[in-house]
């Protein structure tokens, strides 16, 4: 807050004082407003214009600046400058967000967590846009728009019948070890403090030898899990529906600054093509006993915005920001996704230059050096007087190979390829999860959970019945006791739904 004691005096956004702020101009005392009020047409203006599209999914968010210090050397994996000796710090903006809802919804809803990381490295931004899952519900891009629609609200009533969700589940059961995820205790965080974070695609790490080996990103939390209840999700949605963002600012503000740890898993480059779980399937993780984690750093917030439009709202996240050192894989939605966040900031912030706001600055970067001209909101001086085109004989940038990626050996005829299908790929690692990830207790919630929510009001469609069997033969196929489980709770035919 500025200081109130002296106040300045205020004016138009152009610079002129202004004498009065509560009447408007008008031709007598009880006539019409003159058109010369430039400073109310301005007013209000400009809040019409004060609302941007919001994030069409993650719109619900909340953000803060921290540290990133390396605590492990990893140098012989990756040549990037953010890991290149013990004790290195970067500095970093984190942003947490809910999925499906809308900018006012509820931080309590039972949804996977955005867990959006940007480092401001010497070498540029690396953007790490991850969630609170090691996994996704989709392993096609192609399926994203339709899976995302299951998500939001009925085009007919504006509403969230959950049937939407359980039609598109059962007919696409890559999705079950994700689901089995949302509605463990893990779905619903106590806020982002509480809950780790994944960069859930394989990714790769090059070092100056040209080596290339395959990453998986994990940040476990310091503060320990703490998760809300089903139950006391729904309390808090009434009671403070911002409790989670609340709970961040607030230990943040304390100088309890919530840390997380960043382990890796390294798969060298050549086993991708023998291990048994297809290394790039974002619906599989790769067990720690074949892929120990491996430590390498701390993550610690440690700053709350001070405007959270122009920090959070506009921080633009996007996995095509990438630096020497760390690469993509040929995961099909990593792939995809190098096109649609950075397409989707073009469109909600405005056009070609966001990458001038404060945030979203490469401000620690030794060098930006673009040939990019013009657009819309040039706020940098544009390349001033400079030259503007590539190659010139005027001294202007030049690209230095020593920053070439190491190339990676890719063929095949080019197709639209299913991935392996047998009934292992489906429910191995749900089986897993329900077996070894999950007590006794989280099994029962588990459990509740799903039955709560199939069982959910089921407006606007006439016989839930078909969906309910499809998705019961899912979860017998996981588990016979998963399946008798949810059968019982849900009041189906056990052996019904057991025989088919
Ligand atoms: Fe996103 N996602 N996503 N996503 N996503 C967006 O970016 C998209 C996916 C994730 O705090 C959007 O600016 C596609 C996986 C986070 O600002 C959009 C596909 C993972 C955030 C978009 C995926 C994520 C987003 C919405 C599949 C975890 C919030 C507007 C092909 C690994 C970032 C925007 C923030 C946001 C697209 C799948 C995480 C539309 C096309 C998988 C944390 O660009």
Not at 69 to 93: H, N, P, R, W, Y
Not at 180 to 206: C, E, I, K, Q
Not at 334 to 359: C, E, F, K, T
Request: aromatic content about 12%; charged content about 25%.
């Amino acid at each position: 807050m500025a200081d109130t004691k002296k106040p300045s005096t205020m004016t138009t956004a152009f610079g002129r004082p202004i004498e009065n702020n509560q009447n408007s101009v008008t031709a007598g005392s009880r006539g019409p407003i003159l058109m010369q009020d430039y400073h109310l047409i301005e007013k209000m203006a400009h809040f019409n214009r004060e609302r941007v599209p919001e994030r069409v999914v993650h719109a619900k968010g909340y953000g803060g600046y921290g540290t990133f210090t390396v605590t492990q050397d990893i140098s012989k994996l990756s040549c990037a400058s953010l890991f290149s000796k013990v004790g290195k710090k970067t500095e970093m903006f984190a942003r947490f967000s809910t999925v499906g809802g809308e900018s006012g919804s509820a931080d309590t809803a039972r949804d996977p967590r955005g867990f959006a990381m940007k480092f401001y490295t010497e070498d540029g931004n690396w953007d790490l846009v991850g969630n609170n899952t090691p996994i996704f519900f989709i392993r096609d891009p192609l399926k994203f728009s339709d899976f995302i629609r299951t998500q939001k609200r009925d085009p007919g009533t504006h509403l969230k019948p959950h049937w939407r969700r359980w039609d598109y589940w059962s007919l696409s059961p890559e999705a079950l070890h994700q689901v089995m995820f949302l509605y463990s205790d893990r779905g619903t965080p106590v806020s982002a403090r509480f809950m780790d974070g994944f960069g859930s695609h394989t990714y790769s790490f090059w070092n100056d030898k040209g080596e290339r080996h395959w990453i998986k990103f994990h940040f476990k939390t310091q503060q320990g899990i703490k998760n809300f209840s089903d139950a006391d999700a729904a309390k808090m949605t009434g009671d403070d529906p911002d409790f989670s963002t609340r709970d961040v600012i607030e230990a943040i503000d304390k100088g309890d600054f919530p840390k997380w740890t960043m382990f890796i898993q390294v798969m060298p480059e050549a086993e991708a093509d023998t291990y048994k779980i297809h290394p790039f399937d974002l619906t599989k993780v790769w067990p720690h006993a074949d892929y120990p984690l491996q430590e390498v750093g701390v993550m610690e917030l440690n700053r709350n915005v001070e405007n959270y439009f122009a920090e959070v709202e506009q921080a633009s996240f996007e996995p095509s920001n990438m630096v020497p050192g760390i690469g993509f894989s040929p995961d099909k939605v990593l792939q995809n996704r190098i096109l649609s966040y950075a397409d989707a900031h073009r469109y909600r912030l405005g056009g070609a230059n966001y990458h001038q706001i404060p945030v979203n600055q490469a401000k620690a970067a030794k060098n930006v050096a673009t040939y990019h001209r013009d657009g819309t909101m040039v706020v940098d001086g544009n390349g001033g007087g400079a030259v503007d085109y590539q190659p010139n004989s005027f001294g202007g940038p030049v690209p230095d190979p020593s920053v070439t990626e190491p190339p990676l050996r890719i063929s095949g005829d080019a197709a639209r390829y299913e991935y392996k299908c047998d009934d292992e790929d489906f429910y191995g690692q749900p089986r897993l999860f329900w077996e070894k990830v999950l007590d006794k207790q989280g099994r029962e919630n588990l459990v509740e959970n799903i039955v709560g929510s199939m069982t959910n009001p089921m407006m606007g469609i006439a016989d839930p019945r078909p969906i309910q069997e499809r998705m019961l033969k899912h979860w017998y196929k996981i588990h016979p006791d998963f399946g008798a489980a949810v059968a019982k709770g849900i009041g189906m035919d056990t052996k019904l739904a057991a025989a088919e």
